[in-house]
Protein backbone atom coordinates (compact mmCIF):
# COMPACT_ATOMS: atom_id res chain seq x y z
CA UNK A 1 0.00 0.00 0.00
CA UNK A 2 1.27 3.52 -0.88
CA UNK A 3 1.63 5.95 2.19
CA UNK A 4 3.62 7.92 4.38
CA UNK A 5 5.85 6.90 7.01
CA UNK A 6 7.29 8.59 9.27
CA UNK A 7 9.88 7.82 12.13
CA UNK A 8 10.57 7.27 15.09
CA UNK A 9 6.65 7.62 16.57
CA UNK A 10 8.67 9.08 19.49
CA UNK A 11 11.55 11.01 20.34
CA UNK A 12 13.29 12.95 22.97
CA UNK A 13 15.42 15.82 22.39
CA UNK A 14 18.59 17.10 25.02
CA UNK A 15 19.26 20.19 24.84
CA UNK A 16 21.33 21.96 22.84
CA UNK A 17 20.98 18.92 20.22
CA UNK A 18 19.75 18.63 16.72
CA UNK A 19 17.75 15.98 15.99
CA UNK A 20 16.32 14.99 12.94
CA UNK A 21 12.88 13.77 11.61
CA UNK A 22 12.44 11.35 9.25
CA UNK A 23 9.18 11.35 6.49
CA UNK A 24 9.22 8.75 3.44
CA UNK A 25 6.40 8.27 0.62
CA UNK A 26 5.71 5.86 -2.09
CA UNK A 27 3.03 7.98 -3.54
CA UNK A 28 5.09 9.27 -6.37
CA UNK A 29 4.02 13.08 -5.37
CA UNK A 30 5.94 15.86 -6.05
CA UNK A 31 4.86 18.30 -3.13
CA UNK A 32 6.07 17.54 0.51
CA UNK A 33 5.39 19.34 3.53
CA UNK A 34 6.23 19.75 7.25
CA UNK A 35 3.58 21.17 9.67
CA UNK A 36 3.48 21.55 13.96
CA UNK A 37 0.77 20.49 15.97
CA UNK A 38 0.50 21.83 19.33
CA UNK A 39 -2.79 21.78 21.62
CA UNK A 40 -5.57 23.92 19.99
CA UNK A 41 -3.52 25.69 18.00
CA UNK A 42 -4.58 23.61 14.69
CA UNK A 43 -1.54 22.94 12.22
CA UNK A 44 1.33 25.04 11.46
CA UNK A 45 3.16 25.00 8.02
CA UNK A 46 6.89 24.80 8.71
CA UNK A 47 8.76 23.87 5.40
CA UNK A 48 7.43 22.83 2.12
CA UNK A 49 9.17 21.21 -1.47
CA UNK A 50 7.64 21.27 -4.47
CA UNK A 51 9.95 19.83 -5.75
CA UNK A 52 13.19 17.61 -5.63
CA UNK A 53 16.72 19.97 -4.70
CA UNK A 54 14.20 23.20 -3.55
CA UNK A 55 12.06 24.26 -0.63
CA UNK A 56 10.39 26.86 0.59
CA UNK A 57 9.83 28.10 4.32
CA UNK A 58 6.86 27.99 5.91
CA UNK A 59 5.29 30.49 8.75
CA UNK A 60 7.46 28.87 11.70
CA UNK A 61 10.77 27.59 10.12
CA UNK A 62 13.17 29.39 12.43
CA UNK A 63 14.80 26.75 14.51
CA UNK A 64 14.14 24.10 11.99
CA UNK A 65 15.78 23.02 8.60
CA UNK A 66 14.94 20.21 5.71
CA UNK A 67 16.56 18.62 2.39
CA UNK A 68 14.73 17.34 -0.32
CA UNK A 69 17.71 15.30 -2.20
CA UNK A 70 14.61 12.32 -3.24
CA UNK A 71 11.11 12.44 -4.45
CA UNK A 72 10.31 10.27 -1.71
CA UNK A 73 11.97 11.72 1.17
CA UNK A 74 11.80 15.03 2.91
CA UNK A 75 13.94 14.87 6.39
CA UNK A 76 13.20 17.74 9.33
CA UNK A 77 16.15 18.68 11.53
CA UNK A 78 14.85 20.13 14.95
CA UNK A 79 17.84 22.32 15.61
CA UNK A 80 19.07 23.56 19.21
CA UNK A 81 18.08 26.96 18.10
CA UNK A 82 14.55 26.00 18.38
CA UNK A 83 13.80 26.40 22.07
CA UNK A 84 10.25 25.18 22.33
CA UNK A 85 10.50 22.01 20.30
CA UNK A 86 7.97 19.70 21.98
CA UNK A 87 4.99 19.34 19.73
CA UNK A 88 3.59 17.01 16.95
CA UNK A 89 5.26 17.09 13.90
CA UNK A 90 3.02 15.78 10.82
CA UNK A 91 4.46 15.42 7.14
CA UNK A 92 2.35 15.22 4.77
CA UNK A 93 2.78 14.61 0.44
CA UNK A 94 0.27 16.08 -2.19
CA UNK A 95 0.28 15.62 -6.15
CA UNK A 96 -1.03 19.02 -6.20
CA UNK A 97 -0.70 21.20 -9.44
CA UNK A 98 -3.29 23.20 -8.80
CA UNK A 99 -4.37 23.88 -5.18
CA UNK A 100 -7.72 21.80 -5.60
CA UNK A 101 -5.76 17.96 -3.94
CA UNK A 102 -6.02 16.99 -0.79
CA UNK A 103 -2.67 16.37 1.56
CA UNK A 104 -1.79 12.87 2.16
CA UNK A 105 -0.66 12.65 6.07
CA UNK A 106 1.88 10.73 7.98
CA UNK A 107 1.14 9.17 11.44
CA UNK A 108 3.42 11.79 13.24
CA UNK A 109 6.73 12.18 15.33
CA UNK A 110 6.02 13.13 18.80
CA UNK A 111 8.99 15.01 20.10
CA UNK A 112 9.30 15.89 23.86
CA UNK A 113 12.84 17.31 26.14
CA UNK A 114 14.56 15.38 28.23
CA UNK B 1 -4.34 36.88 3.40
CA UNK B 2 -6.43 33.59 3.93
CA UNK B 3 -7.91 32.73 7.38
CA UNK B 4 -9.95 29.73 9.04
CA UNK B 5 -12.51 30.29 11.98
CA UNK B 6 -13.72 27.05 13.63
CA UNK B 7 -16.47 28.14 16.11
CA UNK B 8 -16.30 25.77 19.30
CA UNK B 9 -13.04 23.56 20.38
CA UNK B 10 -15.29 21.80 21.69
CA UNK B 11 -18.56 20.44 20.68
CA UNK B 12 -20.61 17.50 22.48
CA UNK B 13 -23.38 15.99 21.00
CA UNK B 14 -25.58 12.39 22.27
CA UNK B 15 -25.02 9.25 20.06
CA UNK B 16 -27.56 9.21 17.16
CA UNK B 17 -27.94 13.26 17.06
CA UNK B 18 -27.48 15.67 14.54
CA UNK B 19 -23.17 16.34 14.20
CA UNK B 20 -22.71 19.97 13.25
CA UNK B 21 -19.65 21.42 13.16
CA UNK B 22 -18.72 25.13 12.01
CA UNK B 23 -15.79 26.47 9.84
CA UNK B 24 -15.85 30.06 8.19
CA UNK B 25 -12.94 31.37 5.83
CA UNK B 26 -11.66 34.88 5.25
CA UNK B 27 -10.66 35.22 1.45
CA UNK B 28 -11.84 37.53 -1.61
CA UNK B 29 -11.44 34.75 -3.83
CA UNK B 30 -13.24 31.33 -3.00
CA UNK B 31 -10.77 28.71 -1.69
CA UNK B 32 -10.41 25.16 -2.30
CA UNK B 33 -12.02 23.88 1.11
CA UNK B 34 -11.28 20.68 3.09
CA UNK B 35 -12.27 19.08 6.07
CA UNK B 36 -10.19 16.78 7.80
CA UNK B 37 -10.10 14.00 11.10
CA UNK B 38 -7.79 13.68 13.30
CA UNK B 39 -7.95 10.34 15.65
CA UNK B 40 -5.66 10.58 18.69
CA UNK B 41 -1.80 9.90 18.24
CA UNK B 42 -2.05 10.11 14.60
CA UNK B 43 -2.73 11.62 11.61
CA UNK B 44 -5.24 13.50 9.09
CA UNK B 45 -7.49 11.50 7.40
CA UNK B 46 -9.51 13.67 4.71
CA UNK B 47 -13.17 13.38 4.84
CA UNK B 48 -14.36 15.18 2.25
CA UNK B 49 -13.39 18.38 0.11
CA UNK B 50 -15.02 20.98 -2.10
CA UNK B 51 -13.16 22.49 -5.39
CA UNK B 52 -15.93 23.65 -7.90
CA UNK B 53 -19.06 22.05 -9.23
CA UNK B 54 -21.99 21.27 -6.43
CA UNK B 55 -22.13 22.78 -3.51
CA UNK B 56 -23.04 19.77 -1.07
CA UNK B 57 -20.20 17.75 -1.07
CA UNK B 58 -20.64 13.79 0.42
CA UNK B 59 -17.68 12.32 2.36
CA UNK B 60 -16.57 9.21 3.99
CA UNK B 61 -18.24 7.87 7.14
CA UNK B 62 -21.75 9.64 6.83
CA UNK B 63 -20.15 13.26 6.80
CA UNK B 64 -21.07 16.40 4.15
CA UNK B 65 -20.67 19.93 3.96
CA UNK B 66 -21.88 22.16 2.02
CA UNK B 67 -20.57 25.53 0.49
CA UNK B 68 -21.83 28.63 1.06
CA UNK B 69 -20.32 31.45 -1.02
CA UNK B 70 -22.73 34.15 0.37
CA UNK B 71 -21.56 33.59 4.11
CA UNK B 72 -17.87 32.05 3.15
CA UNK B 73 -19.22 28.97 5.45
CA UNK B 74 -18.21 25.28 5.02
CA UNK B 75 -20.16 23.78 7.64
CA UNK B 76 -19.91 20.03 8.32
CA UNK B 77 -22.87 17.59 9.56
CA UNK B 78 -23.36 14.15 10.25
CA UNK B 79 -27.35 13.36 10.90
CA UNK B 80 -26.53 10.56 13.46
CA UNK B 81 -23.40 10.63 15.65
CA UNK B 82 -21.10 7.35 16.13
CA UNK B 83 -19.27 7.02 19.51
CA UNK B 84 -17.04 6.42 16.29
CA UNK B 85 -17.02 9.94 15.32
CA UNK B 86 -15.42 10.66 18.13
CA UNK B 87 -12.52 12.84 17.19
CA UNK B 88 -10.36 16.13 16.52
CA UNK B 89 -11.78 17.88 13.23
CA UNK B 90 -10.20 20.15 11.06
CA UNK B 91 -11.29 22.60 8.70
CA UNK B 92 -8.43 23.69 5.86
CA UNK B 93 -8.55 26.20 2.88
CA UNK B 94 -6.13 26.07 0.00
CA UNK B 95 -5.99 29.34 -2.28
CA UNK B 96 -6.47 28.85 -5.85
CA UNK B 97 -4.43 32.03 -6.15
CA UNK B 98 -1.04 31.09 -4.02
CA UNK B 99 1.49 28.72 -6.10
CA UNK B 100 2.29 27.28 -3.34
CA UNK B 101 -0.55 25.35 -2.28
CA UNK B 102 -0.36 25.77 0.82
CA UNK B 103 -3.38 24.61 3.35
CA UNK B 104 -4.02 26.75 6.07
CA UNK B 105 -5.73 24.93 8.93
CA UNK B 106 -8.54 26.18 11.61
CA UNK B 107 -7.80 25.54 15.54
CA UNK B 108 -10.16 22.17 15.46
CA UNK B 109 -12.83 21.45 17.00
CA UNK B 110 -13.12 18.09 19.42
CA UNK B 111 -15.73 16.15 19.00
CA UNK B 112 -17.11 14.02 22.00
CA UNK B 113 -19.63 12.05 21.88
CA UNK B 114 -22.04 11.00 24.62
CA UNK B 115 -23.47 7.40 24.70
Known amino acids: DGGITQSPKYLFRKEGQNVTLSCEQNLNHDAMYWYRQDPGQGLRLIYY???????QKGDIAEGYSVSREKKESFPLTVTSAQKNPTAFYLC?????????????FGDGTRLSIL | AQSVTQLGSHVSVSEGALVLLRCNYSSSVPPYLFWYVQYPNQGLQLLLKYTTGATLVKGINGFEAEFKKSETSFHLTKPSAHMSDAAEYFC?????????????FGSGTRLLVRP
Open chain 1, 92 to 104: ASSTDREGNQPQH
Open chain 2, 92 to 104: AVSDPMDSSYKLI
Open chain 1, 49 to 55: SQIVNDF
